[in-house]
């Protein structure tokens, strides 16, 4: 079983920048695949960054550039760097984490791009 709490989420101007982070119940490496999801009212969940155990990372096109995902075993949690923060980016985020074939979620943070 695994427990993730995240944090961080705010409102901020568009160009801005702000971290969210991932505090997760076991060891950050040993999950196969740790990320971060993105939802808004009336869309369905899509990716948006994440990282695998052996550390490669992925990011979707929209994001490339902007965001960096990140890690701290010591501290078992997870991040999103977030700079050039842009009005779409508005949305809740979601740590996601796949370890020993099961999928488990956070409860999501709200993150609010508006000048």
């Known amino acids: 079983q695994v427990q993730m709490v995240e944090s961080g989420g705010d409102l901020v101007q568009p160009g801005g920048s702000l971290r969210v982070s991932c505090t997760v119940s076991?060891?950050?490496?040993?999950?196969?695949?740790m990320g971060w999801y993105r939802q808004t009212p009336g869309k369905k969940r899509g990716p948006v960054a994440h990282?695998?155990?052996?550390?490669?990372?992925y990011y979707t096109d929209s994001v490339k550039g902007r965001f960096t995902i990140s890690r701290d075993n010591a501290k078992n949690t997870l991040y999103l760097q977030m700079n050039s923060l842009k009005p779409e980016d508005t949305a809740v985020y979601y740590c996601y984490a796949n370890y020993q074939f099961q999928d488990y979620w956070g409860q999501g943070t709200q993150v609010t791009v508006s000048s």
């Open positions: 990282i695998t155990s052996g550390g490669d990372t």
């Open positions: 076991r060891s950050v490496f040993s999950m196969d695949v």
